[in-house]
């Protein structure tokens, strides 16, 4: 199977300063995700610009992918938008502990493109910012309806005073 993030990088480590831009629109599956938040089929945007220094290339840019989800508080389905920043290095010989190494000339960008979208999507996603949950007492939606039990959960302020309460002199 050809793998379609890896580039011969021969031409820009020859000339250091060079760079190369890089728009790709794999698959889910073409990247090897197998992450339940990701829909194989669903397309990730790549979008990157490849500069060589003296001791490797510098890739910076951006990925974007959509993901789905359940919202943790309701459990409603969830989506949205992966973004993920790329600030990453190649290097031949490989020095910097954070960079990825260059194997004869060829830089692979499938295993730093997967670790960043792995990395940036949501592990606790949410519905929409002001989703107010289940209730944790009776499982009722409180988006779409209201129960007592808050009404029932001790205070702790409401706890001090009934313990001042109790210590009052009896009249
Ligand atoms: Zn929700
Ligand atoms: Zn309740």
């Known amino acids: 199977m050809s793998k379609p993030l890896v580039f011969n990088a021969a031409e820009l480590l020859r000339r250091p300063g060079s760079e190369r831009r890089l728009s790709l629109e794999p698959t889910v599956a073409e990247l090897g995700i197998a992450d339940p938040r990701f829909d194989p089929g669903s397309t990730v945007t790549i979008s990157l610009r490849l500069e060589s220094l003296t001791d490797g290339i510098v890739v910076d840019g951006q990925l974007r992918a959509p993901w789905a989800d359940s919202c943790r508080r ?15 290095r190649y290097q031949q010989v490989v020095t910097d502990p954070d960079a ?25 996603p949410v519905c929409r910012p002001e989703c107010a949950g289940l209730c944790p007492t009776c499982g009722i939606d409180r988006n779409e309806t209201t129960c007592d039990c808050l009404a029932t959960v001790s205070d702790p302020r409401w706890d001090a005073l009934s313990q001042l309460k109790a210590n009052l002199p009896d009249q």
Do not use: T
Not at 74 to 88: D, K, N, Y
Not at 102 to 121: T, Y
């Open 100 to 124: 990825f190494q260059i194997v004869g000339d060829q830089i692979d960008l499938e295993p730093m493109v997967r670790e960043n979208l792995l990395l940036d999507a949501p592990i606790a």
């Open 74 to 88: 309701c459990l409603a389905p969830a989506a949205g938008e992966v973004v993920s920043e790329i600030h990453e």
